[in-house]
Every structure is written in structure tokens, then in C-alpha cells.
């Protein structure tokens, strides 16, 4: 008997990263080729196309402990939304099709059974927070099962947190969790420039916008990476960051690390400019 199974397909176009395994392989083995693996439970990782910041997700991702499960905490929600998820049996990770881990998201939706998950809209398909992600994550871990998740950035995303870790334990799996997000998006294109233009509105977006959030993700305070983000407007997913410590301390986690943190403006020029920082929580 045949059965027809559903494989999410990518929707971003191939500017956003490369269609070629190869391409991936090559540009992933230059970006992590002094990498160490850092144990991480967890780590936050940007979610620009990848001439911008796919170097930094790639420390991230390869920062992170052998798993059997990777957990991809996307956002793009806004304030009292539910946590979304991807129900297809798999996903297309460009390297691989990653089995979706049913047997944790079952055992997920029971545990946060009180607080809401539902599954993602047809509405709601192209998703660039997670969809970026998956390469790395099929690359880096070539047997691993991938669960797809978004998360708004309100106290559900600590409830998910600590509800991923219960679960993943429930079904003897071990997981890792990788929480996407950019930082301060400054500019005339977002319409947020409370410093105008030019070099002293840039200096402040790395210096002192960009570094309040990483300090509360350092500080591994998921609360007060919500209040900065919500405040702020320095991050545009920080329930997943939330939600990535909340799984991490529940996991062990004692101390955090900056592996890097730039802004595109460093890259490519321009009046309007985003920051991106890769953070490991280790034992």
C-alpha cells in the first residue's frame, strides 16, 4: 500500500540561500572550518538570506551538542498569537528531506495542552525564520528529525520552552533547539530611526540597541529579552529566544556565549540596515 507523504517544499526564492547541496557544503565548510562544537543545548541564529548572516547561523548551528531531535524556533508573530507548528511528515532541507518528529510534537501538544498550539495556516507558509534555517540544521545533523515551530513573543514562549524539554525527555530523544531571529531593523525601509542617519545611528544600533537584547540573551534572562525586544523594537522574534532559554536552562544550561554580531550595513551599505548575533547557552 502506497501512502502519499507531505513534504513541506521551500518557498523562498534562491536568493534567500542556494539551491545546490554542494554550494552548501563549500560555503558551510569555509564558514565553520575553526568552529568548535561548544556542547551548546541551544543557540540563537539570524534569519537573513545567507549573504548577509548565514556565516554566523553556521557557528551557531555547528555550536550545537549531537542530537536526535533539532527544534527550529522561528518567529514573525506578533503579541498573544498561538505557537504555530509544521505537521508535514517532512521537510526539504535542500541537502535532505528531515523526518518531522511527530512522536515529541504529539507529546508536545499534550503538555501545553493549557496554553495552545496550533498547526500553521496555509496562510502562514512562507515563513523565512525557520525555512532558512533548515540546510544547516539537514547538513549538520544528517539523522536527525526537525520540528518546525513558531513562537510569539509573550509568556507562551517560556511555557514552550520548558514544555519542549518535557517532552523530548517523555520520548527518550535528545534535542537541541535553534531560536531565529534578527536584531534592530533601522531605517527608512522599517521606519525606525529614533537616531536619524548616518554613522551615529549606526553606532547605536551595534553599540547600544543590539547589545541591550544580546546582554538579556547572555544574561539568560528570557523576560527581560522580551521587555528589551518589545521596548526597544531590537529584535523581530524574541519569543523564540525566550523560549530557546527556557528549553536550555531546563536542559542544563549555566553559561551563555556571543559567537558574533554584526550589522548588514557592514556588508552592503545602505540607509537601512539590520543587526544579526549567533549566542550559544552551554553546560
Known amino acids: 500500500m502506497t501512502t502519499n507523504r507531505r513534504i513541506r517544499k521551500r ?3 534562491s536568493g534567500w540561500y542556494p539551491e545546490d547541496s554542494a554550494e552548501i557544503s563549500s560555503l558551510v565548510a569555509d564558514w565553520t572550518k575553526s568552529q568548535n562544537n561548544l556542547s551548546a543545548y541551544a543557540v540563537v541564529a539570524p534569519h537573513a538570506g545567507w ?15 549531537d542530537c536526535d531531535t533539532v527544534a527550529i524556533l522561528g518567529g514573525h508573530l506578533g503579541n498573544g498569537e498561538p505557537i504555530l507548528y509544521g505537521d508535514e511528515d517532512g521537510f526539504d532541507c535542500t ?9 515529541v510534537l504529539n507529546s508536545l501538544k499534550v503538555e501545553l495542552k493549557n496554553v495552545g498550539i496550533q498547526e500553521m495556516a496555509p496562510d502562514r507558509d512562507i515563513d ?7 540546510p544547516l540544521a539537514g547538513f549538520r545533523f544528517p539523522n536527525a528529525r526537525i520540528l518546525w515551530l513558531r513562537v510569539p513573543p509573550d509568556y507562551k514562549a517560556r511555557e514552550l520552552g520548558s514544555a519542549l524539554f518535557r517532552a523530548a525527555s517523555s520520548c527518550k530523544k535528545q534535542l537541541v533547539a535553534i531560536a531565529s531571529t534578527d536584531l534592530t531593523h533601522y531605517g527608512p525601509n522599517y521606519g525606525f530611526m529614533p537616531r536619524g542617519l548616518g554613522e551615529p545611528a549606526v553606532q547605536w544600533v551595534r553599540n547600544e540597541n543590539d547589545k541591550g537584547f544580546i546582554s538579556a540573551a547572555l544574561a539568560m534572562d528570557a523576560d527581560k529579552v522580551l521587555k528589551h525586544a518589545r521596548n526597544n523594537f531590537s529584535a ?5 529566544v525566550a523560549a530557546a532559554i527556557s528549553f536550555a536552562l531546563n536542559a542544563g544550561a549555566r553559561h ?22 549567533a549566542i550559544a547557552f552551554v553546560p
Open 236 to 240: 523581530c522574534s524574541s519569543g523564540a
Open 11 to 13: 518557498y523562498l526564492p
Open 128 to 134: 523565512n525564520s525557520v525555512e532558512i534555517l533548515l
Open 51 to 65: 549573504y548577509f548572516s548565514a556565516d554566523l547561523a553556521a557557528r551557531a548551528v555547528w555550536a550545537l551538542r
Open 256 to 277: 551563555s556565549l556571543l559567537i558574533g554580531h554584526k550589522l548588514s550595513i557592514d556588508i552592503h551599505p545602505d540607509r537601512s540596515f539590520v543587526g544579526y548575533a
Open 95 to 103: 541537502v535532505r528531506d528531515a523526518e518531522n518528529d511527530i512522536e
